[in-house]
Each structure stands twice: as structure tokens, then as C-alpha cells.
């Protein structure tokens, strides 16, 4: 569980306050006496603070100090680590409610330093017997006149309903629980261990996250997708004692705006063990995280079918574990894909482009507006650029990949662009087959996704998340372990539909 975010006019008693202000001539009247108040300018002025705290014996009560920033994305996402490092402090001291006071009608960083306590404040103690650190904030209480004038305070079924343009752009409470709560759930599925996820289970929590928001989900069992020929899927199968899953999650709201569907395809390799090219060392100690990219999917279409987005999307996740087993592809094998094309397999780890294409080729029958895939694909991608952003690439999507990489700097969960230039396609084309699973060492990430490319007619985004889904240390808001990366950022492009 994560703290809720209310939207609050009312006089309450408070258990602790967070001051947030852009400049120290705009502190309110009553708060800080004048110790405090040079104390204040000392810390902010001299030692470049943004979050200060005071101790009160009873209660706390913070300043964070909004610096001037030019680029907002930076200066919201600096609001998202001030509102982390506060939930720090007050769930180190057992705190149960704390009330942000906006003083200058800054809406859009208020949320934001309530989304990085909420998200900061996350943590996975399913296994764990002894839970005397489980943090304890439950509730954040927002006090705002601009928001409360923005009418932001409606329920999120009332979207868009006799609310300014530009105060349509800023995300409500209500909207904004629902997709905190959709990262959180997603963080789960992540930190989910093997030994108790399969690709069975997973495909049935997705049906009861469709079930708790209205959305519909559709199990393909390993019977159909034999039927369907999913020689991908069933070939990274081959090897285990479980079988695989393909779980179709469809929002179609009577009103949706678009006419046709954005279709989004996760990776859902419940366990990469690397199959019978077995992955050396501790290469594979993170490997639950390969379900990454189907657990951002199943997340997205709950959190918009929660918030009754009027907008057309289906979640497409195969999954399935890689493993070594008596049946298990081996390097040399050629099989046959859902689109009837040939792939010669030369190495049995690069398993995630394969499930993927027969996700990518059946999503045809969609007739998609556009489809986005996320997959924590190369370890080209984590060399590439690292934690801190996704490789993107795309094929006739050129305007599409504009708009999700300005929603990836809103949300930053940035994305970089990397060509899909016709000569890599070169590179992935078999001698044996129609294609080869694998390109040379060189450039990785851009040959699995021209390959990925081949099973694709239609406007494509690929998204390699391998450096941001999982993370080793704690990193602010976004933890240690599955950070949910994908969910915020394809949210908000889908929201971006709303107010286009």
C-alpha cells in the first residue's frame, strides 16, 4: 500500500505540515518565527537546500523551497525527490497523515511532491515476518486554492467536464492515486519472485486487475496458441515445466475518441534463465524482472480503465519462463512464427524478441492507431544508456515517438531515440531462415528491435526498459527493485489524447 492523496479545504487538526514556497518573501504569515525564518535563508541561500525541517517535539514541519528552473521537467521531477526524501523523514518517525500547504498556486509541483511521497513511501514486505520498519504514511492531505478553483478536486469519472483547457493538462488527486496505485501494483507483479509467479498466476492477476477496473482480459491457454501457431512463444517454452500464457486486456469505453485502438505489447518472460545458452555468474540473480514490460502493460490498462479514460487501448502479454529443459531450443534450431515466417535461433538468451514478434504480428488484427512495445530486452540498451532512461526506437511513428518522449520528460521516465536505418535489418537476416534471433555484438539494441520491425505493417514504438525497470540501490522515489517505469509515461501519453 502507498499513501493516498486528497485534495482538502477544511480546517483539520494536522499531524505534520509541509511549507512549499519559490521564494522566502512569500513565506506565510504564522508558521516560522524569525529564528526559524533566518535559519531558513542560511540553509537555502548558503548551503543550496531545498528541503529544511524543523522539529516541532509533537509534529514536524518542512519547507521545500521550489528553485528556479527554466526546464519543468527538471523542476518537477526535483519536487518528486524533495516530497521522497520528506516521506523518509516522516515514516522513519512513524507519521500517519501530512498536509502539503501550497502558498503561490503551484499545482503541477504540489502533485509532484506528493507523487514522489506517495511512490517514495512504496515497499514490498510480502515475505518478510518481522515488519517493524513497514512504513506508515497513509494519508496526504493537499491544501490549495488554484487547485481547488481548477476544479481539481472532482472525481476522476468527470474528466475533461467544465474544466479549463490548460487545468485539464494538470493530473487530479483522484486520477493521480489511481496511477500511483497502478505503479505500485505493478511494482508487485515485478517484485514477485519466481517461485511464486508463473506464467499461469501472472495471466491471472491481470484478469483481476481487469476485474477491479472494468476492463476485460482474455487468457489464451497453451492449447490456442499452438492453434495459432505462436512458434515463438511455444519455442521459448519448449524448456519449461510450466506452461506459457498470452492475456489480452482490452479498455473500450462507449465514448473513447480514438477510432482505432493503441495497442501496447509487454514482455512477459516470467524467469530468464537464458535457456540452454545458460547466462553465467550472478547474471541471472535479477532475472523475476523479465516480466517487466508485460507488467507496466497490464498496469497502464487498469490504471486507464480505472480512471475512465474515454479512450481505446488493449494490453497484449505473452509469457512463459526460459529455461534449459530436456526439450528446450538449442542453438541451430529454426522455427516457424504467427506471421508463417522462418527464424533461425543462434542463441537461445535473445528469447524476448521471439514472444515478442507473435505478440506484435497478432496485434495485426487490432487494426492499430499505433503499437508500443516495452521490453526489458539488451543488456546493449543498459550499457547504452543506463538507469536513466529507455532506448526508443520507431518505424512510420515518427509524430507519435515526439509526443511519448515529451510525456517521458513530464513524467522523466525519458527516452532516448535510436535509428532504425534499413541497413541493421541487414544484419538480422539468416542464411537458413527468413531471419536470425541475433545480430552481431555491435549496436544490440537497434538490430533486436529492427528484428522486432519485420513482424510489424503498422505505426511501431519499440521501448527497451532493460537499464530503468529494476533497480539494484534505492534510487529517491522510484526504490530499489522494480520501479514500475513504463506506467507514468504511457499513462500520460494516453491522457495527452484528452487535451490534444
Known amino acids: 500500500m502507498i499513501p493516498s492523496i486528497t485534495l482538502s479545504n477544511k480546517e483539520q487538526?494536522?499531524?505534520?505540515?509541509v511549507v512549499v514556497v519559490s521564494k522566502l518573501s512569500k513565506l506565510p504569515a504564522g508558521i516560522f518565527n524569525s529564528a526559524e525564518k533566518k535559519y531558513l535563508k542560511n540553509q537555502?541561500?548558503?548551503?543550496?537546500?531545498?528541503?529544511?525541517?524543523?522539529?516541532r517535539f509533537d509534529y514536524w514541519v518542512f519547507l521545500c523551497f521550489i528553485k528556479e528552473e527554466k526546464d519543468s521537467s527538471k523542476r518537477l521531477e526535483s519536487c518528486r525527490k524533495a516530497g521522497d526524501t520528506i516521506a523518509g523523514c516522516l515514516n522513519a518517525h512513524k507519521a500517519l497523515r501530512v498536509a502539503i500547504f501550497d502558498v503561490e498556486g503551484m499545482c503541477s509541483e504540489i502533485l509532484a511532491i506528493a507523487e514522489g511521497m506517495a511512490l517514495g513511501s512504496y515497499q514490498f514486505l510480502k515475505y518478510k515476518k518481522d515488519k517493524d520498519n513497514e512504513n506508515t504514511l497513509k494519508e496526504i492531505e493537499i491544501y490549495s486554492k488554484a487547485l481547488e478553483e481548477a476544479g481539481m478536486d472532482q472525481p476522476a469519472e468527470d474528466q475533461g467536464k467544465n474544466i479549463p483547457h490548460a487545468a485539464s493538462r494538470v493530473i487530479r488527486p483522484a486520477e493521480l492515486n489511481i496511477l500511483l496505485n497502478a505503479v505500485a501494483r505493478c511494482r508487485d507483479l515485478v517484485n514477485e519472485p519466481n517461485s511464486h509467479l508463473t506464467a499461469v498466476s501472472f495471466a491471472e492477476e491481470i484478469e483481476k486487475m481487469a476485474i477491479d477496473s472494468g476492463a476485460v482480459a482474455e487468457i489464451l491457454n497453451k492449447q490456442k496458441l499452438e492453434a495459432l501457431k505462436m512458434g515463438g512463444l511455444m519455442g521459448v517454452n519448449s524448456g519449461s515445466t510450466e506452461p506459457p500464457t498470452f492475456t489480452v486486456m482490452e479498455w473500450?469505453?462507449?465514448?473513447?475518441?480514438?477510432?482505432?485502438?493503441?495497442v501496447f505489447v509487454g514482455k512477459?518472460?516470467?524467469?530468464?534463465?537464458?535457456?540452454?545458452?545458460?547466462?553465467?555468474g550472478d547474471s541471472m540473480l535479477n532475472m523475476k524482472c523479465d516480466m517487466a514490460g508485460a507488467a507496466a502493460v497490464a498496469a497502464t490498462v487498469y490504471a486507464v480503465a480505472m480512471a475512465k479514460l474515454p479512450v481505446h487501448i488493449i494490453g497484449l502479454m505473452p509469457a512463459t519462463d526460459n529455461r534449459p529443459g530436456m526439450k528446450a531450443l538449442v542453438s541451430g534450431d529454426i522455427i516457424t512464427m504467427h506471421n508463417g515466417m522462418t527464424v533461425e535461433v543462434l542463441n537461445t538468451d535473445a528469447e524476448g524478441r521471439l514472444i515478442l514478434a507473435d505478440a506484435l504480428s497478432y496485434a495485426a488484427k487490432f487494426d492499430p492507431a499505433l503499437v508500443i512495445d516495452l521490453a526489458t530486452l539488451t543488456g546493449a540498451a543498459v550499457r547504452a544508456i543506463g538507469k536513466f532512461g529507455a532506448v526508443a526506437m520507431q518505424s512510420k511513428a515518427a509524430e507519435e515517438l515526439e509526443t511519448l518522449k515529451s510525456s517521458g520528460f513530464k513524467v522523466y521516465e525519458r527516452l532516448v531515440e535510436f535509428p532504425m536505418w534499413d541497413e541493421y535489418?541487414?544484419?538480422?537476416?539468416?542464411?537458413?531462415?527468413?531471419?536470425?534471433n541475433l545480430g552481431p555484438s555491435e549496436a544490440g539494441m537497434i538490430t533486436a528491435g529492427k528484428f522486432l520491425e519485420k513482424f510489424t505493417d503498422y505505426p511501431y514504438i519499440h521501448l527497451d526498459i532493460a537499464g530503468p525497470a529494476f533497480l539494484d540501490k534505492r534510487d529517491s522515489y522510484r526504490g530499489q527493485g522494480g520501479t514500475g517505469y513504463g506506467v507514468r509515461l504511457l499513462f500520460d501519453f494516453v491522457r495527452g489524447v484528452l487535451v490534444r
Open 13 to 17: 487538526e494536522l499531524e505534520h505540515l
Open 44 to 55: 537555502i541561500e548558503n548551503h543550496k537546500k531545498e528541503v529544511v525541517s524543523f522539529n
Open 252 to 262: 473500450k469505453p462507449a465514448d473513447a475518441k480514438n477510432k482505432k485502438p493503441f
Open 268 to 280: 512477459g518472460v516470467i524467469y530468464d534463465t537464458g535457456g540452454m545458452n545458460l547466462k553465467p
Open 425 to 436: 535489418g541487414e544484419l538480422v537476416k539468416s542464411d537458413l531462415a527468413d531471419l536470425k
